[in-house]
């Protein structure tokens, strides 16, 4: 993997990028269906449908793509247990409990994703010796919108409804993926 670096973060900067352009396609297409009363089960099922339609030009455009993913999942499988178990939760905690905390949901969306991309870093960069900065990046500028997120929420609390502050925690790991996946299409 080192001797393609270039390659690598350019591929997952454009990821990186392409999953931005769906969140950010699926928060406003998602917007527009809740503004029309439109039922949850079709908001549902357009962010699939977009976010299969963008990875999947994304996948078809970038042949380097599939190739770089999956070296870093074969890389990850040797991790040993303790090291999968910490990358899963770290991913998957903040998700699973968001039935538990719906009010929250928007700080935990931010928080999964901020932790997850900060936990496979250290994991990849310790078991891996591979230095994927642009994941380091996502996961800190999503942990950073968390107080953001909460500021304008209590300093907007009176105007501004629920829906709102998750359709803005959604555009902030937009904006954190976008910035990942620039600084690692750039990166040499």
């Given at each position: 993997m080192p001797g393609n670096v270039g390659i690598e973060s350019r591929a997952f900067g454009f990821l990186f990028i392409s999953i931005a352009i769906a969140v950010l396609s699926g928060t406003i297409?998602?917007?527009?269906?809740a503004a029309h009363h439109i039922p949850i089960y079709y908001q549902l099922?357009?962010?699939?449908?977009?976010?299969?339609?963008?990875?999947?030009?994304?996948?078809?455009?970038?042949?380097?793509?599939?190739?770089?993913?999956?070296?870093?999942?074969?890389?990850s499988i040797r991790w040993p247990l303790h090291a999968k178990i910490i990358n899963g939760l770290s991913w998957a905690a903040p998700f699973l409990v968001i039935p538990i905390f719906h009010?929250?949901?928007?700080?935990?969306?931010?928080?999964?994703?901020?932790?997850?991309?900060?936990?496979?870093y250290f994991l990849?960069?310790?078991?891996?010796?591979?230095?994927?900065?642009?994941?380091?990046?996502?996961?800190?500028?999503?942990?950073?919108?968390?107080?953001?997120?909460?500021?304008?929420?209590?300093?907007?609390?009176?105007?501004?409804?629920?829906q709102h502050v998750l359709t803005l925690s959604r555009i902030f790991v937009a904006i954190s993926y976008g910035i990942g996946g620039i600084y690692a299409s750039n990166e040499k």
């Open positions: 297409i998602n917007e527009f269906l099922l357009s962010w699939i449908l977009i976010f299969v339609f963008v990875l999947g030009i994304a996948f078809t455009k970038m042949k380097n793509l599939f190739r770089s993913i999956r070296n870093r999942m074969k890389n009010p929250i949901a928007h700080y935990l969306i931010l928080l999964g994703i901020g932790a997850g991309n900060i936990s496979t990849i960069k310790h078991y891996s010796n591979y230095n994927n900065k642009e994941q380091f990046i996502v996961g800190i500028l999503a942990i950073i919108m968390i107080p953001v997120l909460f500021l304008v929420n209590v300093l907007l609390a009176p105007v501004i409804v629920h």
